[in-house]
């Protein structure tokens, strides 16, 4: 991992303990999942909040106010709209994304969950989530909360990362596999 990755994931990490602590304590585990929710689908959907958290022409207080604004347009709580005010005021909001994912984690870790990444070659149904969560769930034991993506390039198939396990059942890695085959064998 390079240095300015690593720097930024131990802000992040620092930053999603502290609220975590501070919001399990007020047992507001579910408001805070509802609140990395919404920040996750705002970091997806605009690239103007993108721009906010990671461009250095605003300044400080360009920052915190646009996030004041934000947060109260998003219905955030009180504990992650006073963070992410803390988060401008310090010049750190270029962490979100990775403090979003660590929030996930400890989320996930005081529900008994674990977190699988799927990538499919198009949208999984509903039905076919709700059978891979219940295969996932007997291989790992616990409850299994998919986050899935779509990469048309799989052709087919899925790939699947639980923990440090990765599944490729994707058409294009045996395609690949055939192809170095074909050149062992030519």
Do not use: C, W
Request: charged share 25%; glycine share 6%.
């Amino acid at each position: 991992m390079s240095e300015p990755a690593s720097i930024s994931s131990g802000i992040a990490k620092r930053y999603a303990t502290a609220l975590f602590d501070l919001t399990r304590e007020a047992n507001g585990i579910s408001a805070l999942e509802a609140d990395v929710d919404a920040l996750d689908a705002a970091l997806t959907e605009s690239g103007e909040f993108r721009d906010l958290i990671s461009s250095p022409v605003y300044s400080r207080d360009d920052q915190a106010r646009a996030i004041d604004a934000i947060a109260s347009k998003m219905g955030l709580g009180r504990m992650m709209a006073n963070t992410l005010q803390l988060m401008a005021s310090k010049r750190r909001l270029f962490v979100l994304p990775q403090m979003v994912a660590e929030l996930r984690g400890l989320i996930a870790e005081a529900k008994g969950e674990v977190s699988a990444d799927v990538v499919s070659a198009r949208p999984l149904s509903d039905a076919q989530r709700a059978a891979l969560a219940a295969a996932l769930k007997q291989n790992a034991g616990k409850d299994v909360k998919i986050n899935a993506s779509v990469d048309e390039s799989l052709i087919g198939g899925l790939i699947v990362k639980l923990g440090s396990k990765m599944i490729d059942t994707s058409i294009r890695a045996r395609l690949s596999a055939l192809q170095n085959t074909m050149k062992e064998v030519g």
